[in-house]
């Protein structure tokens, strides 16, 4: 009797300790905001985004991405939430996300050779490559890749 006792208490302390947990988790989940929705453009149609490329003197930058990528959702997470990346890449770039599975953008997908996910590529209004990285970037390093960008695009 002790013993079925002991295990019941057992159970609700594991319980309880659970749900704080998930209490927690949820918390923390959404307390880092989604910046990756307000700084890329999806839905694009990639001539009218060169000419406005030309047309405000902005770099466009290209994140070549895919929902199953992990990598991908981890710099949304961590980097592209960060305000002062997400402040500069807005007030100093055109910035738009491709999907490499989507049939639309098949040919930019082969154009700038987006094998490897993530990868980003900043364009002139031209569409030239000025710069490209692949694999996951930390913020700093995603702020010297815009800086090496901005310094070939003068």
């Not at 994140?63 to 002062?84: E, L, N, Q, R």
């Not at 049939?103 to 700038?112: E, G, H, M, T």
């Not at 000025?130 to 970037?137: D, I, P």
């Amino acid at each position: 009797m002790e013993r079925a006792r002991s295990l019941l208490i057992i159970k609700y302390i594991f319980i309880a300790f659970s749900t704080m947990l998930l209490m927690i988790s949820c918390k923390i989940s959404k307390s880092i905001p989604e910046g990756s929705e307000t700084v890329f453009e999806e839905d694009i149609i990639y001539d009218n985004v060169l000419a406005t490329s030309e047309r405000m003197h902005k770099p466009v930058v290209i994140d070549f991405t895919a929902t199953w990528c992990g990598p991908c959702k981890v710099m949304d997470k961590y980097v592209f939430s960060d305000i002062t990346l997400t402040d500069r890449m807005k007030r100093e770039f055109i910035n738009i996300r491709i999907d490499v599975d989507n049939p639309r953008y098949k040919d930019l997908v082969v154009i700038y050779n987006a094998s490897v996910l993530p990868t980003l590529v900043i364009v002139d209004d031209k569409g030239a490559e000025l710069a490209r990285r692949q694999g996951s970037l930390s913020i700093s390093g995603v702020h010297r890749f815009l800086d090496e960008a901005l310094n070939a695009f003068e």
